[in-house]
């Protein structure tokens, strides 16, 4: 019988790993939510919905140390933030397409066009009547 691995390399198992931060300790969901303060207060039957939230806040405080999935625009700091408090990545490299690659793409967009029978959204926007 073939291992997961060998259908879905890039599975992280998070008790593995929980595990080998934490030998000899509880790495149940409920023990790691307590052991990095996440609030599981919302976890009063089992859920996948819920259990599946709750691992992705611990696993992001195993890996990294953020404490949650919401990033706030103040966090990032005020040079970060523009006018509207909306977080502006700085050193932000913009890449033009080359003229083969805007061709090419043209091209991509007339296949669908066809094959949709002129529903293309992306012709319409670059075209509008």
């Known amino acids: 019988m073939d291992t997961i691995d060998k259908y879905c390399p890039a599975v992280v198992d998070t008790l593995k790993m929980a595990k080998e931060l934490?030998?000899?300790q509880k790495n149940n969901l409920d023990a790691l939510?307590?052991?990095y303060q996440v609030n599981n207060s919302s976890r009063t039957l089992h859920g996948a919905l819920v259990d599946t939230e709750l691992l992705a806040?611990?696993?992001l405080s195993m890996t990294r140390g953020q404490d949650s999935l919401i990033i706030e625009a103040s966090e990032a700091g005020s040079s970060h933030a523009d006018l509207s408090g909306d977080?502006?990545?700085r050193d932000l490299v913009v890449l033009a397409a080359t003229a083969d690659e805007v061709q090419a793409h043209r091209a991509c967009l007339g296949e669908v066009d066809k094959a949709s029978k002129g529903a293309c959204l992306?012709?319409?926007l670059e075209n509008p009547a």
């Open 122 to 124: 992306w012709l319409a």
């Open 33 to 35: 939510c307590r052991r």
């Open 57 to 59: 806040e611990v696993f």
């Open 22 to 24: 934490h030998p000899g």
């Open 87 to 89: 977080y502006v990545p």
